[in-house]
Structure formats: structure tokens, C-alpha cells
């Protein structure tokens, strides 16, 4: 043997043995790791680090992919309603399992052998809930209304998944991203706002309480709410006749039309084209898929949403 072999040879299995050491140590402490999440439903524990997640909902699912991971089944709440992935969804969402929600959602996530499931609160009852969570742990809506905030998922996540830095990182970046559309345009403090749902040719619905939803995202630019939403917080939800959108004469008005029929109603309606929005040009229409992911905000919807507002935050802020 040529001089020095011996001791390369032991410096090399040396390595091998800590090596193989650490690899123990890290499998150790994520298989006894265990964390504790408190939601609407109770709490749930989540031993060890998920590896095969379902996310039913575009929020859950846009969050696991924000931090760095592809669900092997989901739920995407735009493509259900579209018969088309959301716009801002990576390439890598091909790979995984498009969930059926017309079919046995639970035999469809028991076949997926899933160690984390992530459920939004309208698909959540307790009996869902029972159900899914006999099959993996299962996290629902984290607080008492059916939409959650974006912050709260990616946090729980990040503490879940023992990413807690990344997702930290994540909102502080998303939430500056806000803030600089705020110090762009300052005169939209204090305007007010009205987005709404057009369900119909009949009715529009609007979400009442400002904490939820986008109302999230036009609270922090400054806006507010006119006296006709906040006057009911509670109702979460406010359905009301078509021809009532003359009594919202805002500063800002962001339109999602379900259906083309619908967006032709709105502008049937008397009074229509004198509201101070439609007036100066700051009312927004969107697609579905805009509409839904600023309604259910998440940290993949949010850019794109903005990117599609921004035009009309400008006209709104004059």
C-alpha cells in the first residue's frame, strides 16, 4: 500500500461513520417530533415531519407550495370552478393527484396514503373532519370563519413541516410587497371599497367583516368598508338584490362576474354608470380565477392579484 492509505482509508470511513451517524440523529428527532396545532375543531398532532400532504382547498394548497412542497392530492378551488388550474400554480402541480370533490373525497384521500391532511373550513364539518382524520392527521380551518387568514396557514405550516424561518420570511416579504403599494399610492387611506361577488343576474354577495378574505388585503393598503357592510360583521357573508349596488357608492369597486349573463345584469342595473367608481374608472372587473384568489387569499393568489389591481388602485388613489 502506497504511504498515507491507511490513513485516508480511516479518514474516509471515519467520514462515513459520522455521516451515517448524523443521518440517524436527524431520522431520530423527526420521527419523535411532535408538534400540537389548535384549530376550529379541537387540536391536532402531527408527529414527525410530513412527507405526503393533501391540501383541499386552494389556500392550504398554494401555502404547502409556497413553502417549498408539492401535495400529492389536492383540491384546487379555481380549477373546480373554472376546468382550469389557478394561473399562478407551478408546473410541479401536474405531477400530483387532482381530487374529485363531486366524488368520495375520503376514499379518494385514503388511496393517496397521505400523513398530513389540509382541509378549508366550508369542507370541514365535524363529521368530514372525523373522517379524514381517522385516515392521517388533519388540520382544519385554525379559526371560527370559513375563510382563514393566509399568515395563520403559512405560519401553522411552517411550524409543522420545521420551517418556521422560511415562513416567516415568507409573509414578512408578501406583507412588505403590500405595504409598497400603500407608500405608492397614499391616497388610497382611507377610500372606501366594495368587493363583490355577482352571483347572478338576480343578487351579489359581499363578505362583511374586514379581517376576512380580501378584505384582508384592502384593510392594510387603508381603505375601509362602507357603513352598509360593517353594519353586520357577524353575517360573514351578505347576499344582496342586484339592483341594490347603487347604494355602494365607493371609491373602489372590484367585480368578480360568475358568469357573462351576470356582468351584463350589472350594468342593466338603473343607476349604475353614475356610481362614483364606475364615474372615475376605478372599478375593477375580474375573472373567476382573479375573483376567487383574492377572496381566498393566499401567498401564491396575492401577488397575482395585485399585479391585476394595481391599475385600478392607481385611479382609485386619485
Known amino acids: 500500500m502506497k504511504p498515507g492509505g491507511p490513513a485516508i482509508v480511516r479518514s474516509i470511513v471515519a467520514v462515513i461513520v459520522l455521516a451515517l451517524a448524523l443521518a440517524t440523529a436527524c431520522g431520530s428527532g423527526d420521527e419523535n417530533?411532535?408538534?400540537?396545532?389548535?384549530?376550529?375543531?379541537?387540536?391536532s398532532e402531527v408527529n414527525g415531519i410530513p412527507e405526503r400532504i393533501?391540501?383541499?382547498?386552494?389556500?392550504?394548497?398554494?401555502?404547502?407550495?409556497a413553502l417549498g412542497i408539492t401535495p400529492v392530492g389536492?383540491?384546487?378551488?379555481?380549477?373546480?370552478?373554472t376546468g382550469a388550474p389557478a394561473p399562478w400554480e407551478p408546473p410541479e402541480l401536474a405531477d400530483s393527484v387532482a381530487i374529485d370533490p363531486r366524488g368520495d373525497i375520503?376514499?379518494?384521500v385514503q388511496a393517496l396514503d397521505p400523513d398530513l391532511i389540509l382541509t378549508p373550513g366550508f369542507a370541514a364539518d365535524e363529521k368530514n373532519y372525523g373522517g379524514l382524520s381517522k385516515i392521517a392527521p388533519t388540520v382544519p380551518n385554525l379559526g371560527n370563519t370559513q375563510i382563514d387568514s393566509w399568515t395563520a396557514q403559512v405560519d401553522v405550516l411552517g411550524k409543522i413541516l420545521?420551517?418556521?424561518?422560511?415562513?416567516?420570511?415568507?409573509?414578512?416579504?408578501?406583507?412588505?410587497?403590500?405595504?409598497?403599494?400603500?407608500k405608492k399610492y397614499p391616497g388610497l387611506a382611507g377610500k372606501t371599497?366594495?368587493?363583490?361577488?355577482?352571483e347572478s343576474p338576480t343578487e351579489f354577495s359581499a363578505i362583511t367583516a374586514p379581517e376576512i378574505g380580501a378584505n384582508t388585503l384592502f384593510t392594510k393598503l387603508g381603505m375601509k368598508l362602507p357603513p352598509q357592510l360593517t353594519a353586520d360583521p357577524q353575517a360573514g357573508r351578505k347576499t344582496f338584490p342586484l339592483e341594490r349596488i347603487v347604494d355602494f357608492p365607493t371609491d373602489l369597486l372590484v367585480i368578480t362576474a360568475t358568469s357573462p349573463e351576470a356582468a351584463?345584469?350589472?350594468?342593466?342595473?338603473?343607476?349604475?354608470?353614475?356610481?362614483?367608481?364606475?364615474?372615475?374608472?376605478?372599478?375593477a372587473v375580474l375573472d373567476i380565477a382573479t375573483g376567487t384568489g383574492l377572496e381566498l387569499l393566499s401567498p401564491l393568489s396575492l401577488p397575482y392579484a395585485l399585479d391585476m389591481l394595481d391599475p385600478t388602485l392607481e385611479v382609485a388613489a386619485t
Open 162 to 182: 420545521d420551517r418556521e424561518g422560511q415562513a416567516a420570511s415568507l409573509i414578512a416579504n408578501l406583507n412588505g410587497r403590500i405595504d409598497a403599494i400603500a
Open 33 to 43: 417530533r411532535r408538534v400540537s396545532i389548535g384549530h376550529s375543531l379541537g387540536q
Open 74 to 81: 389536492y383540491i384546487d378551488d379555481v380549477a373546480v370552478s
Open 54 to 65: 393533501v391540501a383541499l382547498g386552494t389556500q392550504w394548497l398554494d401555502a404547502t407550495e
Open 264 to 283: 351584463d345584469a350589472l350594468g342593466a342595473v338603473p343607476g349604475y354608470y353614475e356610481l362614483p367608481s364606475v364615474q372615475k374608472g376605478s372599478v
Open 193 to 198: 371599497y366594495a368587493a363583490i361577488r355577482v
Open 106 to 108: 375520503l376514499a379518494q
